[in-house]
């Protein structure tokens, strides 16, 4: 397992933008893949964006399509997700999660997608949408 440190979530008004921000705490594995799912009250764990490092593919819900993006910084040790037009409903605790991945493997979204793909998991951050 890779220890996953996220950052920036908060209080913000509905329409706002929000950066997340997610590191592991030593040296980005090689060959690995980081993602967010977001959880609230009473609720499923919801996929929300992934990335895979080794190439840099990118994998985003439908339902976050257009409002969600995932990325990286060059030395790929942070990985971002950018929200835009924050909704109420996008109040959730959010999570990031890693998990090792074969260089030479396509995967779809629904592997990425489903929860039991990751061994590696931060604390949770809060964003929380004011209307």
């Known amino acids: 397992q890779v220890q996953l440190v996220e950052s920036g979530g908060g209080l913000v008004q509905a329409g706002d933008s929000l950066t997340l921000s997610c590191a592991p705490s030593g040296r980005t594995p090689d060959n690995f893949a980081m993602a967010w799912f977001r959880q609230a009250p009473g609720k499923e764990r919801d996929f929300v964006a992934a990335?895979?490092?080794?190439?840099?593919?990118?994998y985003v819900a439908d339902s976050m399509e257009g409002r969600a993006a995932i990325s990286t910084d060059n030395a790929k040790n942070t990985v971002y997700l950018q929200m835009a037009s924050l909704k109420p409903e996008d109040t959730a605790d959010y999570y990031c999660?890693?998990?090792?991945?074969?260089?030479?493997?396509?995967?779809?979204?629904?592997?990425?997608?489903?929860?039991?793909?990751?061994?590696?998991w931060g604390q949770g951050t809060q964003v929380t949408v004011s209307s």
């Open positions: 999660a890693g998990t090792f991945t074969h260089p030479r493997t396509y995967y779809s979204l629904s592997y990425f997608a489903e929860p039991i793909t990751y061994d590696s």
């Open positions: 990335i895979k490092l080794t190439d840099g593919r990118t």
